[in-house]
């Protein structure tokens, strides 16, 4: 199931982006986080494909969703300038960032060379 994040709970969660100028990733396990709007095509197209990889990932990742419209801060903490954008948070490393609606076969091999996670 994947998991709305507010500005509160994404610095909770992911990154305290307030207490710390460096990447620390706060998760416990790897996240994939899709900034989108409710109003926007392909992240509706999205949705579908993200809730599946959060079945086949349970456990091993958290998918995360952003509303670009309600958490503007984020947004822009972050340089969204197109939506759907992907976040790939690894649990040790660099987050990297990915934009436009990637067919599911493309995340999971993103999920898989970034985030380290296989099935």
């Known amino acids: ?10 610095l909770e969660k992911v990154f305290n982006f307030e207490e710390n100028k460096e990447w620390k990733f706060e998760g416990k396990k790897p996240a994939l ?19 599946q990889l959060s079945n086949e990932y349970e456990g091993k990742i958290d ?6 419209e309600a958490e503007q801060e984020l947004s822009a903490a972050f340089g ?20 436009g609606a990637l067919p599911k076969a493309d995340l999971e091999r993103v999920i898989a060379e970034v985030l380290k996670v296989t099935k």
């Not at 199931?1 to 994404?10: A, D, H, I, Q, S």
């Not at 986080?33 to 992240?43: S, V």
């Not at 969204?80 to 934009?99: H, K, T, V, W, Y």
């Open 63 to 68: 998918i995360y969703k952003i509303d670009t």
């Open 1 to 10: 199931m994947t998991e709305n994040l507010t500005k509160e709970t994404f």
């Open 33 to 51: 986080i899709d900034f989108y709007a409710d109003w926007c095509g392909p992240c509706k197209m999205l949705a579908p494909v993200l809730e």
């Open 80 to 99: 969204i300038r197109s939506i759907p954008s992907m976040l790939f948070c690894p649990a040790d490393g660099e987050p990297q960032m990915a934009n």
